[in-house]
């Protein structure tokens, strides 16, 4: 029996071990597309509160559907190992799988409601014997890095470590399709992103920065910057990736917030691999993102990426602080 491919990739541009487990992401994400679309039309509400994941956040109707919809896909595409946002502990799928699946199933949950875009994040890596030691490794060793954004179009953006590919969700046949990626990030921008609620609680380097930004052509930076914050670091991403940009979430203040807000093993190291593939730059406001070993499944790490020349210079701002 032939089944119908979710994902129409120009030949050999997806590494043979990894056609399995993209063909089953890509149905279940136009699965989820669908799904996101009709809203209410589904009866229930997506944005519904139905419980707390091991980090503590509230878990949406959506989040939860969506987890449960990636690990049942999984079977018999050589996955092993699945990590997610939304389970406290890696799951095993198959024993004889060779590879680990680490997933954010619905990120941008605090957007469900409000019809503003939110996605999914992924990151592919070799399986080990233990299911910790898959992902507590360097992001530098993923064997795929990507994202679904579910916005006025659905796409799906990947890296294998060659460049990034970009699929469209055809809504006529529910078909991820290639279409051109980007040019690479432009080194230079006047566009940040950063949660300005949280000013006061920064550390002093993030605060000199974006207080510099702020000044425009008069300070010292000297040129007049613009703002976005969408609340959805997949939305983020995909414009960077389209326009430049720099995107920050510091540490802060907040209790928990010590190491910012997002997870380094299913977020931040997915998007830092798709961001290097793309010529631009992912940092902690320190150090290289991808060289960095979370310690536990759940890790957050502080992130800063985007356009070169402004992640370089919030790292030259943190030592000078
Ligand atoms: O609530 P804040 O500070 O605006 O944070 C928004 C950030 O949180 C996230 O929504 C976290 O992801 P989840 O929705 O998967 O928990 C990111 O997508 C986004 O960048
Ligand atoms: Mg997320
Ligand atoms: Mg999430």
């Keep these: 029996m032939t089944t119908t491919p979710s994902l129409i990739a120009p030949a050999g541009s997806i590494p043979e071990a990894l056609v399995a487990p993209m063909q089953a992401l890509a149905r279940v994400s136009a699965d989820l597309a669908l799904t996101i679309a009709r809203g209410p039309l589904g009866g229930g509400s ?8 091991s980090d503590g956040d509230n878990q949406k109707a959506l989040d939860v559907m969506a987890d449960e919809a990636f690990a049942a896909a999984l079977p018999g595409t050589g996955v092993r190992w699945y990590a997610s946002e939304e ?30 875009s939110i996605g999914t994040i992924f990151s592919i890596r070799t399986a080990q014997a233990g299911g910790a030691e898959t992902f507590l490794r360097p992001g530098r060793e993923q064997l795929a890095g990507g994202y679904v954004v579910y916005g006025p179009m659905t796409a799906l ?47 002093a380097p993030v ?49 928990g917030y010590e190491a910012g807000r997002l997870r380094m093993v299913y977020e931040c190291a997915p998007i830092a691999f798709l961001i290097e ?44 602080g």
């Design 87 to 116: 389970q406290d502990d890696v799951v095993e799928i198959d024993a004889d799988g060779t590879l680990g699946l680490a997933i954010d199933p619905l990120d941008g949950s605090s957007n469900i409601d409000v019809n503003v």
């Design 207 to 255: 605060q000199a920065y974006v207080t510099d930004c702020q000044k425009g052509e008069a300070g010292p930076l000297g040129k007049n910057f613009n703002m976005r914050w969408v609340a959805s670091l997949v939305a983020e991403t995909h414009r960077i990736l389209s326009r430049g940009g720099v995107f920050l979430y510091p540490s802060d203040s907040r209790k």
């Design 277 to 320: 593939q793309a010529g631009g730059r992912a940092t902690t406001g320190r150090l290289a993102l991808l060289d960095q070993v979370p310690d536990k499944l759940h890790a957050r790490t502080p992130l800063v990426f985007g356009s070169t020349e402004e992640v370089d210079r919030i790292t030259a701002y943190h030592q000078a």
């Design 157 to 203: 953006v990947v890296t294998f470590g060659a460049g990034v590919l970009t699929f469209v969700l055809d809504p006529a046949d529910r078909v991820f399709k290639p279409v051109a990626s980007p040019k690479p990030i432009p080194a230079a921008t006047k566009e940040f992103a950063i949660n300005a609620s949280n000013t006061l609680r920064w550390e």
């Design 46 to 53: 997506l944005a519904a509160e139905v419980g707390n994941n």
